[in-house]
């Protein structure tokens, strides 16, 4: 009997340290499908955080009316994938982070973009980050990224998690930028 892990305990074995992050960028479905496979990525979950009602649903979040956004909450190990890695090669580039509260068709606050930062070292980074990515020139227009300390999670109702992998060719309008 073999003793290796297999395939599908490998990331819950690998990791000694994780960190949390807790991204939105639109979306979270397909936020969820391109962070969900990051080297260094554990888990991932979507939910709902940044607002005032207490126990939202998909529906309260929409119009304005919870002042959630639609998030993802990831569990990674830091030793592989470094905070500062995950935001600038992987969230800043899966999204427009110039426009507020919208991601291509998708309009509404549970679209802003926002970066809900659990830690000091979090904030820090994400605001170097940001500094970075916006005098970088990639962007024809400011980036309005909010940083936020991380606030409630509400986990998303279990339709939602993985919503992609459950239906391949779903509507999504995130994809990797240059």
């Given at each position: 009997?073999?003793?290796?892990?297999?395939?599908?305990?490998?990331?819950?074995?690998?990791?000694?340290?994780?960190?949390?992050?807790?991204?939105?960028?639109?979306?979270?479905?397909?936020?969820?499908?391109?962070?969900?496979?990051?080297?260094?990525?554990?888990?991932?979950?979507?939910?709902?955080?940044?607002?005032?009602?207490?126990?939202?649903?998909?529906?309260?979040?929409?119009?304005?009316k919870s002042?959630?956004?639609?998030?993802?909450?990831?569990?990674?190990?830091?030793?592989?994938?470094?905070?500062?890695?995950?935001?600038?090669?992987?969230?800043?580039?899966?999204?427009?982070?110039?426009?507020?509260?919208?991601?291509?068709?998708?309009?509404?606050?549970?679209?802003?973009?926002?970066?809900?930062?659990?830690?000091?070292?979090?904030?820090?980074?994400?605001?170097?980050?940001?500094?970075?990515?916006?005098?970088?020139?990639?962007?024809?227009?400011?980036?309005?990224?909010?940083?936020?300390?991380?606030?409630t999670w509400?986990?998303?109702?279990?339709?939602?998690?993985?919503?992609?992998?459950?239906?391949?060719?779903?509507?999504?309008?995130?994809?990797?930028?240059?």
């Amino acid at each position: 009997m073999s003793t290796e892990p297999q395939s599908s305990d490998v990331k819950s074995v690998s990791a000694t340290h994780t960190e949390v992050a807790v991204l939105a960028g639109g979306c979270f479905w397909g936020v969820e499908e391109i962070l969900r496979d990051v080297p260094g990525v554990l888990d991932t979950e979507v939910g709902y955080t940044g607002g005032w009602l207490e126990n939202p649903t998909y529906h309260d979040t929409h119009d304005s009316k919870s002042g959630h956004a639609e998030s993802v909450r990831i569990v990674f190990d830091p030793t592989i994938l470094r905070y500062e890695e995950l935001l600038e090669n992987w969230f800043f580039r899966l999204h427009d982070p110039t426009t507020p509260n919208r991601q291509g068709n998708d309009v509404g606050t549970q679209y802003r973009s926002a970066i809900f930062h659990t830690t000091t070292e979090q904030k820090e980074t994400a605001e170097r980050v940001r500094a970075r990515v916006d005098a970088s020139g990639k962007w024809s227009r400011p980036i309005t990224t909010e940083i936020v300390p991380a606030s409630t999670w509400y986990s998303a109702e279990s339709y939602h998690q993985d919503y992609l992998r459950k239906n391949p060719g779903g509507y999504s309008c995130h994809w990797l930028r240059p």
